[in-house]
């Protein structure tokens, strides 16, 4: 539903956090909430006191049903995330009301999106995204995140953090103040972080910069702009299987050193991620009449990235489709070598304008809403092969520029060469009623999205052609209630669907080409978007001294989306994107916090709990259907616990935080999994009183994971089954191999900062 916080709502009391200065429900990790709809919420309040520069996921993970996991302790490599255990994927993020998700698979990269001091609140809702919400994929709920609003007084703000692993950052932000006797006002902020791999060589490093821009005038008129850079460069981290994980553990890792003799594509140069983004917002609000607002979100998402990966290729007899070719890059040739290692990063360059329009007619107890969302995308996705400085070890071009592989008819050969074009129109209408002096409210309203992908493959003899095209339209009714049965006590009820596309490499062939079969990847335009269905019936209790929230909620799934390994009759291997059936679940989500009790302390719990089956005998790929109907679901805790315990008087502060995450399955049928965890973090610091023009300077320690225990922290994708079994028409279906990330280490950080 789309509640008091929408994530296009500009308006500063819309963003309110209840609570003053360190007395806060929890910490500042939970706020007064009225949504007819389970949401949880961290403020700056508590965000400020964490390692400086984490990443949003890394901000969120004691909140319930929440479980993400980092490779690295500054997050700067990414991280992963699951929500009552429905991956990023299936999640909807947006920042100052656009949409965070790439366009083509609805992957999310938390270290490109936002610095931690300029974040006001996330809210995360578990179970639905409000229906303005700009998603094509958010069928297992929303993360939306707030930046901070510009000063009305010249000021700013540094800090500087080092760390282990000898990790360095510094953040500086200025605000101008309002500009003579206007209403504008704005803020400049600018961070620099490195991190050497704290496994394996290399290093980390982010160029990050922001500013916010806020025009308010009359009553309720805002024009509001936000543009944000990010420009990264990471080593990345190699993922383990259970058999790699247990003979190696931590060491699994590139390597550190290069031979030219005999080159390896292990080597860590090659195997970059560097990636640059621009992302504009300029989310407004006018007053129209008395009883008439009108809220325009527009948005632009630039990217231009990869993640590196070298190959030993043939030249001598390379498939450009059903040809056999000969190939030359460079001095080399089929003639003066047969086979060479070649640099061969997967390009993604994506261009995504949109909007989000609403207008919203207030009557009395009655606000309806209508709106309009539109969006056009273009990803251009290459995959060059490209030469190796054969003295060095690292490409001649990170981005596969420069001599790449050349066929001898004159074509430069890519494991993919694809465009699509996504075009997205969506209507919404809401309706809320207000009753009994605003006790009762009762909200209902349809969002109907029409969805168009136009793909260009440029490989030949593809399976679908060079030319594809994808369809989608779907309805999707939500209606909630919330009753207010005092000023302590609520109770609330929704229930919404949500739907998720498939991803745009279903539409295209891809990979290395085998004569007779095909591309290792193959298109399938038959598969149809994932569909959830969820309800939730909660109870609030928000009192003068403890707030507390208790959620049943049900989910079901149809069409669940996923990849599939398959081998045809004649031992031939290739993947491909299927639905796999349906799945449900039944769980609870519990959070309680209370304003400072005895000696300024404030502690904050949660839990869940979940019960999630798969539906369905999943396909194995060989024509047969492993035993899954039934089976616990892959990539879901059974059980979840968060604790952070707040102390805080003003000058001096601690918090000491504690996660317990149950084991999770990576097979459908159960026979394989990551055993379950404890992690623990502590935070102290001091805020001296002010020196001349230094506001509250602060000196503070954080400390991540203080056992530095080394685990599995996430499975990275599911198969049908680990090891050997028979399938359901009594073929034995041979174990499938899945990869999991290594959690980040104990990491220590101590930091400075100083307002003006």
């Known amino acids: 539903m789309m509640g008091a916080t929408a994530p296009t709502d500009t308006r500063s009391e819309v963003l309110e956090v209840h609570g003053q200065r360190h007395t806060a429900v929890g910490g500042g990790m939970m ?120 000063t009305d007084r010249f000021g700013a703000h540094l800090d500087g953090t080092y760390g282990n692993y000898d990790s360095k950052r510094i953040f500086a932000r200025v605000n101008t103040g309002l500009i003579g006797r206007s209403h504008l006002k704005g803020f400049m902020s600018f961070s620099y972080a490195d991190e050497h791999s704290w496994r394996g060589p290399g290093n980390q490093t982010k160029f990050h910069g922001e500013t916010k821009w806020v025009n308010a005038w009359g009553d309720g008129n805002v024009i509001s702009f936000s543009l944000i850079g990010n420009q990264s460069e990471s080593i990345l981290f190699p993922t383990s299987t259970l058999a790699t994980w247990k003979s190696l553990g931590i060491h699994n ?77 460079g001095p080399y040739n089929a003639s003066n070598t047969s086979s060479l290692l070649l640099y061969n990063p997967s390009n993604t360059q994506t261009y995504r304008p949109g909007s989000v329009t609403k207008l919203s007619l207030h009557t009395g107890i009655n606000r309806l809403t209508v709106g309009y969302w539109f969006e056009y995308s273009k990803q251009i996705q290459t995959g060059p092969y490209s030469l190796v400085n054969m003295e060095t070890g690292a490409p001649l071009n990170e981005y596969g520029g420069g001599p ?77 209630i919330r009753y207010k049965i005092n000023n302590e006590n609520q109770l609330f009820a929704s229930s919404t669907t949500n739907f998720r596309i498939p991803q745009n490499t279903s539409l295209f062939d891809s990979g290395a080409y085998k004569k007779g079969q095909g591309y290792a990847t193959k298109a399938n335009l038959n598969v149809k978007p994932e569909i959830s269905i969820s309800e939730e019936f909660g109870w609030r209790y928000q009192g003068p001294l403890v707030s507390s929230t208790i959620t049943y909620f049900h989910y079901n799934f149809t069409n669940r989306l996923y990849s599939q390994t398959v081998i045809d009759p004649t031992g031939y291997t290739y993947s491909r994107s299927i639905n796999g059936g349906g799945s449900h679940a039944d769980g609870v989500d519990f959070e309680i916090g209370t304003r400072p009790i005895l000696y300024h302390l404030r502690p904050y719990f949660s839990a869940e709990y979940v019960n999630a089956r798969t539906d369905s005998n999943v396909g194995a790929g060989n024509g047969d259907y492993v ?37 999770q399955y990576s097979t459908f049928i159960n026979d394989q999994s990551i055993p379950d965890y404890l992690t623990m973090d502590v935070n102290a610091g001091y805020r001296f009183k002010d020196i001349g023009p230094m506001k509250a300077p602060t000196l503070r320690l954080n400390l991540q994971n203080i056992t530095n225990k080394h685990y599995l922290g996430f499975v990275n994708g599911t198969n049908a089954n680990g090891l050997s079994t028979i399938g359901v028409h009594g073929t034995r279906i041979a174990g499938g191999s899945t990869s999991y990330t290594i959690a980040a280490p104990f990491f220590v950080g101590g930091t400075a900062s100083v307002d003006f």
């Open 404 to 480: 790449n592989l050349v066929l001898s008819n004159g074509i430069t050969a890519q494991y993919r060469d694809w465009m699509t074009q996504t075009r997205v129109n969506t209507l919404f209408i809401d309706d809320s009623l207000s009753l009994l002096n605003n006790r009762l409210t009762l909200e209902g309203g349809l969002k109907y999205t029409f969805i168009n992908r136009q793909g260009h493959n440029f490989l030949p003899d593809t399976s679908t052609g060079p030319y594809v095209n994808g369809s989608w339209q779907e309805p999707l009714p939500a209606v909630s």
């Open 31 to 150: 706020v007064h909430e009225d949504a007819a709809k389970s949401r949880s919420t961290v403020t700056s309040e508590f965000i400020e006191k964490q390692t400086p520069g984490l990443n949003p996921m890394q901000l969120i993970q004691y909140l319930p049903g929440v479980n993400t996991s980092s490779v690295d302790p500054l997050g700067i490599n990414g991280g992963q995330m699951t929500m009552r255990g429905l991956n990023q994927t299936q999640i909807g993020f947006t920042l100052e009301g656009f949409p965070i998700n790439d366009i083509g698979n609805y992957a999310v990269y938390p270290q490109e999106i936002v610095d931690s001091e300029n974040l006001r609140m996330i809210n995360v809702e578990q179970g639905s995204a409000d229906l303005d919400s700009p998603h094509i994929s958010a069928t297992g709920g929303a993360v939306d995140m707030y930046l901070i609003d510009p």
């Open 253 to 329: 890792t590139y390597s550190d050193t290069w031979n030219p003799k005999s080159p390896s594509g292990n080597y860590y140069k090659l195997h970059r991620n560097p990636f640059t983004n621009i992302y504009a917002s300029a989310p407004s609000t006018f007053t129209l009449t008395d009883n008439l607002t009108l809220t325009e979100t527009p948005y632009f998402w630039y990217g231009n990235g990869n993640g590196g990966g070298a190959y030993n290729e043939s030249l001598k007899s390379q498939q450009y489709g059903a040809q056999s070719l000969s190939a030359s890059i």
């Open 627 to 663: 035993f899954s109907k039934g089976k616990f679901a892959p990539q879901t805790p059974k059980y979840q616990f968060g604790f952070h315990l707040d102390y805080d008087d003003g000058h001096l502060f601690a918090g000491y935080g504690l996660k317990y995450v149950a084991k």
